[in-house]
């Protein structure tokens, strides 16, 4: 069973940058691939970047592509969203998830969400 916990949300100004963290225990880390969600308001949740177990893949979504950078450090357990040049619509939950298979499969463990609110 993982656990993962995200930090690093807050409130931030249009164009400003924030960097989210995702600390995974009670798994082997590295064997995950994992994945950075996020859900606006009155909106379902989309995948906002995703890289693989060994970090050797990546994909963005089309309106993150390069802003948003996803990293990971196996050896801390712990996954990166450095998030720069925010847009009001950047405004969402983000979630970190991680996912025993590829990184385009099923992801079956969730963290709580860290809220990022970007003002205009």
């Known amino acids: 069973q993982v656990q993962l916990v995200e930090s690093g949300g807050g409130l931030v100004q249009a164009g400003g940058s924030l960097t989210l963290s995702c600390a995974a225990s009670?798994?082997?880390?590295?064997?995950?691939?994992m994945g950075w969600f996020r859900q606006a308001p009155g909106k379902e949740r989309v995948f906002a970047a995703l890289i693989s177990s060994s970090g050797g893949s990546i994909n963005y979504a089309a309106p993150v592509k390069g802003r948003f950078t996803i990293s990971r450090d196996n050896a801390k357990n712990t996954v990166y969203l450095q998030m720069n040049s925010l847009k009001p619509e950047d405004t969402a939950v983000y979630t970190c998830a991680a996912a025993s298979g590829s990184m385009y499969g099923r992801y079956d463990y969730w963290g709580q969400g860290t809220q990022v609110t970007v003002s205009s």
């Open positions: 009670g798994g082997t880390f590295s064997r995950y691939a």
